[in-house]
Structures are given as structure tokens and as C-alpha cells.
């Protein structure tokens, strides 16, 4: 099963990145597949309960 992730970072991050892929002339999309798989979940884990649960507690 394949999946969309969205991350969220600081903008000086995403340049410095895509700085660190123009230097050693590779794509990002690339290094950022090399992440699939170091964060292992389980496969009844409800990403979208977790992410509601996560707004719930930020915005009480």
C-alpha cells in the first residue's frame, strides 16, 4: 500500500535540502523515498483519528 505524506517544515530547511541535491547533483524526491520504511507503523494505525486527536488537544 502506498500512501501520501505531507511534511511541514521550516523553510530554510527545504532550501538548505534542495541546496545539499543540487550539490551532489541528485533529485530530492529521490532522498526523500529513502526515508519509505525507517519509520515503521502499524497497519491498523488511524492516521486521520491520530491527526484529529492531535488538533483536538492543540486547540482546547
Known sequence: METKLTLRL???I???????A?????ELTPL????????KVSTD???????????ENKYQ
Open 10 to 12: 521550516n523553510e530554510s
Open 14 to 20: 527545504i532550501e538548505n535540502a534542495k541546496e545539499y
Open 32 to 39: 526523500v523515498k529513502e526515508l519509505s520504511g525507517v519509520i
Open 22 to 26: 543540487r550539490a551532489q547533483n541528485v
Open 45 to 55: 494505525f488511524d492516521y486521520k483519528k491520530d491527526y484529529s486527536d492531535y488538533l
